[in-house]
């Protein structure tokens, strides 16, 4: 955490030195390639070539007038110019035309002291601007270096941008340790408001709340660092505004800073209609998604019946509708969205078109394996079904799972592509309200097929949780070589305690045949034995068995 955010600070210095340093390297790289080009004869529009001093552009050369090009014509004016800086006073600046053949210009000095010539080919051929308003600019700036320069020898002066740029570091400092605390909450708040507990991102049977963790950790994180780098941004502003040789980038990043916000501000004014309108979906899409929420609930919860949608297929149908209205409003909105005109916005949608159709095969089934579980009414939640080697009670259906719960208490999560490309067997159904379940047991020949059913019905009879409405009823499913297949079925309430009846049946049969003498030796054995092997009931809870009621 500690390297992330020396990392953040070392950043933002790094900007702001070359935010700082930009006006200056980009005057001297064009003044570089101005001489270079200078040197060699060009056709068309010469390249110009700026006068600075302390920062500030005065007037850009083209022409070489006495010397050999406009490179050094604009070193010796930068020049005379600096050297002038302390016994020059701004009433003693006057401004005279001059004409030279054919070319007008107008040449300033301070007194006796010459500083530069403006001459009509020194402008653009394309500029509008009057030679006359840029001599008076180019006096404006003189004056501002004159008293720049005048300031910078003022050690009061001095002193008080000094102790104002302390303040302002101080206070920038705090607001950088600010930033840290408050996103050391808010990283906080984050992890503590996506608790593995809440449901709130279960959707549509997957967890999402790593996606949302990682997601909103990331923008807190963006948003503190963009926090820091605008204060430091304003910080260096401020700072390089108070003395006067640095007073030039400061007001440049000022101006800069004051260019975006205007930027920005006549984009979103210029947007308000587009915003309006993005309002007005959002508005009418949530009231579409409150009035069918309100609907599908009531079928859900019972209030309002009807005969071709049941619990399941209404939370389904619900769902559904949710995003079918979402992206309704998405197609409608898509016009109206800032940025949706640009070439790059057009790019972006269609990568992401692609990553979706060429990546979204396997989940789109996923979904319509669901819809057909749901729709078709194979399954539904409560149900205990086997599918496959997986047998247990439905606890939920999603759009892409469905979650089972075996006799082990285990949760097994089977992807919906399985359910229509597989046998449901469903013991839920054709039981009314109740759960199916079946046992078998191989008995021999010698044994009357009237008394096994009888006691198989007698066990059925005693164990808790086994319904007797519908009865439970004894089939032969099978005559084999050496032994009858008898097969009990009955209904059971609660499909969750399945397991725990099946155990409690199995201990009674065998307690019943043990009671009326008939062995369970089928479906193997070597010899039939002279007595039958049975279990007496005083030898039914030998240690560490404990007897039971």
């Known amino acids: 955490m500690k390297h992330s955010y020396r990392r953040s600070f070392l950043l933002a210095l790094f900007l702001l030195v070359r935010l700082a340093l930009s006006a200056t390297a980009a005057d001297t790289a064009q003044s570089a390639q101005t001489s270079t080009s200078m040197a060699k004869p060009s056709r068309g529009v010469v390249e110009g070539v700026p006068v600075v001093v302390w920062g500030r552009t005065l007037v850009t050369y083209r022409l ?107 206070l920038f400092a705090a607001l950088w340790v600010l930033s840290l605390w408050l996103k050391a909450r808010l ?5 503590k408001s996506t608790e593995p507990t809440d449901q709130m991102f279960n959707v549509f049977g997957y967890d999402w709340r790593p996606i949302f963790l990682g997601i909103a950790t990331t923008l807190t994180r963006l948003l503190m660092l963009a926090v820091v780098l605008s204060c430091a ?11 006067p040789y640095t007073r030039h980038w400061g007001e440049q990043l000022g101006s800069y800073l004051l260019n975006a916000v205007s930027s920005l501000a006549h984009g979103a004014i210029g947007e308000i209609p587009n915003f309006t309108v993005l309002i007005v979906i959002l508005l009418v899409a949530r009231g579409l998604i409150r009035i069918l929420n309100g609907w599908f609930s009531a079928i859900e919860s019972g209030k309002h019946l009807n005969t071709w949608l049941d619990l399941e297929a209404a939370r389904a149908t619900r769902r559904l509708a949710g995003i ?90 089977i992807p919906n592509s399985i359910l229509i490309s597989s046998a449901i067997r469903n013991l839920s159904r054709g039981a009314g309200n109740s759960t199916l379940l079946s046992t078998t047991v191989t ?62 049946l199995h201990g009674k049969i065998q307690d019943v045949f043990n009671e009326n003498g008939v062995q369970i030796m089928s479906p193997h054995f070597l010899n039939q ?11 039914w809870h030998p240690a560490p068995a404990k007897p039971t009621a």
């Open 324 to 413: 079918g209205v979402w992206v309704v409003a998405l197609v409608v909105a898509f016009p109206y969205l800032p940025g949706s005109r640009s070439e790059a916005f057009k790019g972006i949608s269609v990568f992401l078109g692609l990553m979706l159709s060429l990546g979204g095969a396997s989940f789109v089934s996923q979904i319509i394996g669901g819809l057909a579980a749901i729709y078709s009414r194979a399954v539904r939640s409560g149900d205990y079904i086997i599918v496959g080697e997986t047998q247990g009670t439905v606890k939920e259906m999603g759009l892409l799972t469905t979650k089972v719960i075996t006799r082990t208490r285990e949760e097994v999560t």
């Open 233 to 243: 941004y304003l910080w260096a502003t401020f700072v390089l505004s108070q003395f």
């Open 187 to 191: 990283l906080l708040r984050i992890a």
């Open 64 to 170: 070489g007038m006495e010397f050999s090009d406009a490179n050094q014509r604009a070193r010796a004016a930068e020049e005379r110019i600096a050297n002038a800086l302390g016994s020059i006073k701004t009433d003693d600046l006057v401004v005279q035309p001059m004409q030279i053949g054919d070319v007008r210009g107008f040449s300033i000095s301070a007194g006796q002291v010459f500083l530069l010539k403006v001459m009509s080919g020194d402008l653009e051929p394309e500029e509008n601007q009057a030679l006359e308003k840029v001599a008076e600019n180019v006096v404006t700036e003189i004056r501002a270096l004159v008293h720049d320069h005048a300031a910078q020898h003022s050690v009061t002066l001095l002193i008080r941008a000094g102790v104002r740029s302390l303040i302002a570091t101080v």
């Open 529 to 539: 034995p002279s007595t039958a092997i049975v279990v007496p009931k005083d030898r």
């Open 443 to 504: 008995i021999g020949y010698d044994a009357p097929w009237r008394q096994v059913q009888a006691m198989l019905l007698q066990a059925a009879a005693i164990i808790e949780g086994i319904l007797q409405t519908p009865p439970p009823f004894v089939l032969q499913t099978a005559l084999d070589d050496f032994y009858v297949r008898y097969e009990l079925t009955v209904c059971v309430k609660s499909s969750l305690e399945r397991s725990e009846i099946t155990d409690r």
